[in-house]
């Protein structure tokens, strides 16, 4: 059964644990069923590609790999700091808002 993740793809977050501890960036991609997530320019690791077809090149790539979601939170641009998502209920619907200063994220 596929977990509720507390970030979206297109969230800002911050590392909160681990070697990028610290760093801010945007998700990429959201997989829920593995609680994981690609954040854009972190957790960077190197691939060894071996070359495909005749004239292309092999070497090794620099590649974000995927980081668990429980090692990131969402980042509030007003606040300046990584904030837990509170939801408010208005006329288009439920809004995620910081917890600490109420501004929609």
Same mark, same amino acid.
């Given at each position: 059964m596929a977990k509720k993740l507390h970030v979206k793809a297109g969230d800002t977050v911050? @590392?909160?644990?681990?070697?990028? !501890?610290?760093q801010t960036g945007k998700v990429l991609v959201v997989s829920p069923k593995e609680g994981k997530i690609i954040v854009e320019g972190l957790n960077k +690791?190197? !691939?060894? +590609?071996?070359?495909? !077809? *005749?004239?292309?090149?092999?070497?090794? +790539?620099? *590649?974000e790999a995927p980081m668990y979601a429980c090692k990131v939170q969402v980042y509030c641009s007003s606040?300046? !700091?990584? @904030?837990r998502v509170a939801?408010? +209920?208005?006329?288009?619907?439920?809004?995620r808002v910081c917890s600490k200063c109420g501004k929609t994220l």
């Open positions: 911050m @590392v909160i644990s681990g070697d990028d !501890k610290g +690791v190197k !691939k060894h +590609v071996k070359p495909r !077809k *005749a004239g292309e090149r092999g070497g090794i +790539v620099e *590649a606040c300046k !700091k990584p @904030v939801h408010k +209920v208005t006329d288009d619907g439920k809004v």
